[in-house]
C-alpha cells in the first residue's frame, strides 16, 4: 500500500472481527499504517514485545486480510505491511455473532485509546507549550435524531480529510489521534 492512498479494509465476518480486536494486533496495525513497512523485530522493539510474538499476530493480520509481506530490500529482511489505511466494520447486523465480534473490537479499540491517553497523560508535563495548549478534551450534549447524528458524522470525516494526505504534512507537523465517539445517552443522564 503506498502511503499516499487512502485504501479501506471491510470487516464482515465475526472471526476477522474477533482477530483484530486483540490488544497487541490493534498496535501493530496502527504502527505499520502510520510508519510503512517494518520487520516483525523492529515492531518487537517498538511495542517492547518479543519477536515471536510479533510474528504470530502479523500472521494472523495477514489471515484475515490487514497486513501483507512488502518487498525487501535484500533477502534477510521480511518487512510486513498494512493492506489498507483503514478498517470498517458494521454496527448493525442482524446476525448475533456478528454483533458480539462487534462489541468485542469495538470495545478492544475504547481500550486501545484509553491507554494511549494514559500514556499521554504521563507525559504531557514535558510537552511543550504549544502542543500543551493544542491537545485537550472536551465533550459535548448534544440532541439529534439518527439521521442527523449519521449527517454529522459525515461532516467531521469530511474535516478530518484534508489531514490525512501523508505527502501534504505541513513542516513540524505530528501524528495526533482524533478519537471521535457519538454515543446515545439515557435522558436522565444515569450511566
Given amino acids: 500500500m ?7 479494509i471491510r470487516l464482515d465476518d465475526p472471526r476477522a472481527l474477533r482477530a483484530y480486536a486483540h490488544p497487541l494486533r490493534l498496535s501493530l496495525i496502527g504502527m505499520l499504517r502510520r510508519n510503512g513497512p517494518m520487520t516483525a ?26 497486513a501483507e509481506r512488502a518487498p525487501a530490500a535484500d533477502g ?17 447486523s442482524d446476525d448475533p455473532e456478528t454483533r458480539v465480534a462487534t462489541d ?15 500514556a499521554y497523560l504521563a507525559i504531557r508535563g514535558d510537552e511543550p507549550a504549544e502542543w500543551r495548549n493544542a491537545a485537550g478534551f472536551s465533550d459535548e450534549m448534544i440532541y439529534v435524531t439518527a439521521e442527523q447524528l449519521v449527517a454529522l458524522n459525515e461532516q467531521v470525516e ?30 436522565d443522564g444515569a450511566p
Fill in 2 to 8: 503506498a502511503p499516499e492512498e487512502r485504501t479501506t
Fill in 41 to 66: 523485530t523492529q515492531c518487537a522493539a517498538a511495542l517492547d514485545e518479543n519477536v515471536p510474538n510479533c510474528s504470530f499476530h502479523l500472521r494472523q493480520l495477514a489471515k484475515y486480510g490487514l
Fill in 76 to 92: 534477510r529482511e521480511r518487512p510486513w505491511q498494512a493492506t489498507a489505511s483503514s478498517t470498517s466494520w458494521t454496527d448493525d
Fill in 104 to 118: 468485542q473490537l469495538n470495545t478492544a479499540i475504547f481500550r486501545h485509546y484509553i491507554r494511549r491517553t494514559e
Fill in 158 to 187: 469530511a474535516l478530518l480529510e484534508p489531514f490525512r494526505d501523508r505527502s501534504a504534512r505541513a513542516e513540524g507537523s505530528r501524528p495526533v489521534a482524533v478519537v471521535q465517539m457519538a454515543i446515545p445517552t439515557p435522558e
